[in-house]
Structures are given as structure tokens and as C-alpha cells.
């Protein structure tokens, strides 16, 4: 078990933990001592250094070094590979955490895939919001909410800020270069001008004020407001120019089909939306409506496997969904699913009435890696088994009011609860993601930031890269290249806003951001670098991208890839400012 939550929980709890002094120190570099008294700071050594003594004395290192702590998570991965398994079985241990990291980018995907995202777009439709709104706020928030969790748990602490920058600025890269080249390489197209200059230019000023801020060494109050009011800005912009457009397009001004309005998506492959297996499509469908028993639609809403469709699919999907089978359980469970475009809303009630009762319990169990959960009141009563008590009242009320056939009224709050507890899902995924990262370059003495640049940059993106690709393949290549820089528009601003402002208190208004590593400003030049080539060279081809410009773009990346690399490992020196 870990040494108490500081994931996104943590954070929000975070400013009465922080005693009153000077700013907080988050390193964007090396792995550094946590900020704090200068006695402490001075006594502890850097956890980094474990591997720099003998190995019979790193157990004891890790165990008596403050700055060895993980913050956060329920296992302590340091502890692990350094005392549970004896030195000659480090490389089985590294072997371990590697899978078990990428089964968290696995949990990370089906949770806002599956759950996160059609809860979102749930709440937006009850709300009436219309497409491009939704598109640029509860759209971006839930395709981004992989990288925005990760970027706020790495901001949390100071050791460990390094991955949030190298994530976000190494997803800006890898998204703007890779997959933007992979599309025009996959379908030659012409880009829509308008949303292409607007969201390029965007990127281009948060980029310009992250690249300020870590000059400057600082970012105060009115700065992380600032990343998120610039946000809005765009939101409004996007709402603006597409009232223009139609405004534009019904009296015959624009052209048909001149731009439509881009939404970060997800189109994997167009199937119905559904989380279980109960509903197999208009085929498979009854002629006459029959009355199932509760426990069969229990059984059938619990089922994540479509067995028609599981027989047709090949081999390496079958062994995939298997890896996904047991997450897809646990999240069937305990997160409730609105689906608006079904005629019941998705509305299980003996699922349902279970969800009652298992997201709160998930809410509070992970809540600061249970330490909520488990306080108990009085010394005498836990916490968890109050909301147990409280929860099962309330569901039993519910299944005793309502009908299997149809949902009731309240059905929307589910969404809201859907939200919590799939968010409460992504947290949790995200501290241990950042945790064995942390632990990763320890072991291998790597800077946080090279690890954010390529394994958590790698990981949170490639959902986004098979998406943007198979659009792209099924002839919309333009939404997937407007989707390339509008979702990122929303990582940089809001995760680094939302971050560094959790950080914040009324002593302290001010977060410390100073680089340790050049390899932060080969980052933000090469981010740079990338967007101005594109922004110089679209408009030169009149927006017509093909092959010539794919190649460039990933090219520009793979150098970019072995500058970095070159950099970590202080073969290329570059002076910092």
C-alpha cells in the first residue's frame, strides 16, 4: 500500500498539507529531493542515486530516504523492486512493471473510451449543447482525460512534474508530426483553412506561454488562470466562427463544404454504442417485446463479450479483448453508462440499482488511495461502511419504484454518476502510471522528462493515433487532421493550468517551474519548430497535404527522437538559459 494519496484527490487536499513558506519547487528535469525545510532537504539524498551503491544496501536506501516515497497509488513500486526482489532478479522485475504499465494504458483507454466518454456526451445532450460546443469541451475533455489526469497527478509533486512537461510537450510533438504526416500519407487531402490556421495559431500562443513560463522559472495565479481562460477564449472562438459559417452558408456566401466543424473523436470502427453484449443490433432484435427477468438482464449487462461478434473478429483482436475482459468487468460494475441514442437509455435496473451502491464505494475507497474511505468516525465506525449503508438503502428504494421497462425520469443523474466514478477510475490508473514511470527512471536513472516525452506521451497518444488513422482511411481525413490540434489545444491548457493552479494557496500563489534538464527546451524548440512548418508550409501547398509533407513530418520527428535521445544521455550539450 502506498504512503497516502496525492493523485488529483491529493492535489485538491493539497494546499492544507503545504506549510506556509517559500513557493513550491517543481522540478521539470531530474528527479529531485521534495521541497521542504532546508534541514530535511539537506540530510536526504536523491532517490535517483540508489543505483549508485551496493546492492545489498538498496533496500535500506529506499526505506530510509524521504525522497524515495511514492506519494500516492496503493503500491509501492520502489519498495518492490528494490526489497521484494532480490538484485539478481531486477531484470524480471523491470519485465513485470513494463507489462503492468501497459496494462494501464489499457485501463486508461477502455475507462474513457467506453465509459468517461459516453457519459460526457450524455450530460451534454441533457444540458442541449450544441455539437461544437460539446465537441470542444466535453468531447476534448474526454479523448484528452487520459493526459490532463496524468499532467495534473505528475504536477502534484515536485519529483515528478518533469513527466507532465515531457508529456505534454512530447504529445504535442508526436500528435503534430507523426499523426498529422501519418494521415496525409494514408488519404492526400485538402485541409479546411479557416479551423486549420485558427487551431494551429492557438497551439502556437499556449506553446509560446509555456515556453515564457519556463524561462521565467514561475507561474503565478493570474498565469495558471490565464492558460485556462485562454481556453474558453477558444471555445468561444470555435462557437463564434462556425455561427459565421452557417450564418455565411444560408445566404449562399461560402461554399458548400468549405470547413465543417472538427470535434476530437474517437471512431474506432462505426459499431452502436454499447458496454455490454445485451444488445447485439436491429437483427438480433425480438419481433414481439418480451419481459425479462432482472436477473437475466443482470447477466447480460454484465457480459462484456459480443459472442457473434467475437467469432468473427481474427486471432490478435480475440487475445486483446481478452487482456480487456477483466478491466471491462470491474468497470461494468461499478461505472453507469447513459446512452441517449437508445430508446432506453441504456437503463439496466438491477445494474443500475448495483451501481447505487458500487460507485460510491469506488469514490471513497480511491479517494486518496482509501485513506478517506478507511477513516473511521469516532475510532469506532469506517467511513466505507457508512456509505455502504446509505447506498444500499437508496438502491433498494430505487429498484423498489421502478420498472424494468422503463427508465425513470431521474435516469440523467446516472450520467453524473458515471462521470464521478469513471474520473475516480482515470485518477487512480493515472498515479500509478506516474508512479512506475517514477519508478522506471529511477531504475535506469532517467529524467522524468525523457520519460514523458516517449513512454507516457507514447502511451496517452496512441489511442488517439489508430482513431485519427482509421478516419483518415475511411475517407475523413480532415476531421482527423482538425482533430490532431484541436484535442491538443485542450492538454497544454488545461492540464498545465489545472496542474499548477492545484498547487496554489492563498500563502502561496506562486509554483516554482525550473528546467534541471536541457532537454525541456529541445522539446519546446522542436514543438516550435513543427507547428511553424506547418503553419508556413499548408498555407504554401494551398492546403493541399499529401505524401512529400507526411514524409517531412516524420522525418522532422525521428531526428527530433535522436536529438532528445542524444541529449538524456549527454552525448549533445546545449547551454541553458
Known sequence: MGQGGMGLPGALSLPGALPAGPPLLLDAGRTVPPAGDALSHARSLDCWEVREHNSSEWCHFIRSNPDCRLDGGFLDYLDGVFCVFPPR???????????????????LGVTAEKFFCPNLSAISTNL???????GVTFLAFGNGAPDVFSAVVAFSDPRTAGLAIGAIFGAGVFVTT?????????????????PFLRDIIFYMV??????????????????????????VFYVLTVVLCTWIHRRQRGDGLAPPGAWEPEMPTDAEEPEPSSTNSGDYGEEY??????????????????????YRKWRRKPWYWRLFKAFRVPVELLLLLTVPVVDPDKDDLNWKRPLNCLHILTSPLLC??????????????????????LVTLVASALALIIFITTSNEEPPKYHCVFAFLGFLASAMWINAAATELVNILRTLGIIFQLSNTVLGLTLLAWGNSIGDT???????????????FSACFGGIIFNILVGVGLGCLLQMTSSQPLVKLEPDSPLVWVLAGALGLSLVFSLVTVPAQCFQLGQPYGVCLIASYLLFLCVALLTEFRVIHFSTP
Open 178 to 194: 507523426v499523426v498529422a504526416g501519418g494521415i496525409a500519407l494514408v488519404k492526400p487531402f485538402t485541409a479546411a483553412s479557416r
Open 128 to 134: 442541449k449543447l450544441s455539437h461544437n460546443v460539446a
Open 285 to 306: 432484435r425480438p419481433l414481439l417485446p418480451s419481459r425479462e427477468s432482472s436477473l437475466r438482464i443482470l447477466a447480460a449487462a454484465l457480459s462484456p463479450l459480443d
Open 364 to 385: 471513497v475507497l480511491t479517494l486518496k488511495s482509501g485513506a478517506y474511505g478507511l477513516y473511521q468516525i469516532q475510532g469506532i465506525f469506517p467511513v466505507w461502511a
Open 206 to 231: 499556449a506553446v509560446f506561454l509555456t515556453f515564457v513560463v519556463l524561462y521565467l522559472g514561475r507561474i503565478r495565479l493570474g498565469e495558471a488562470l490565464g492558460y485556462l481562460g485562454l481556453y
Open 466 to 480: 489508430f482513431s485519427d488513422l482509421t478516419m483518415a482511411r475511411q475517407g475523413y481525413p480532415r476531421m482527423a
Open 89 to 107: 532478479l531486477l531484470p524480471l522485475a523491470v519485465t513485470l512493471y513494463a507489462l503492468w504499465l501497459l496494462y494501464l494504458f489499457i485501463i
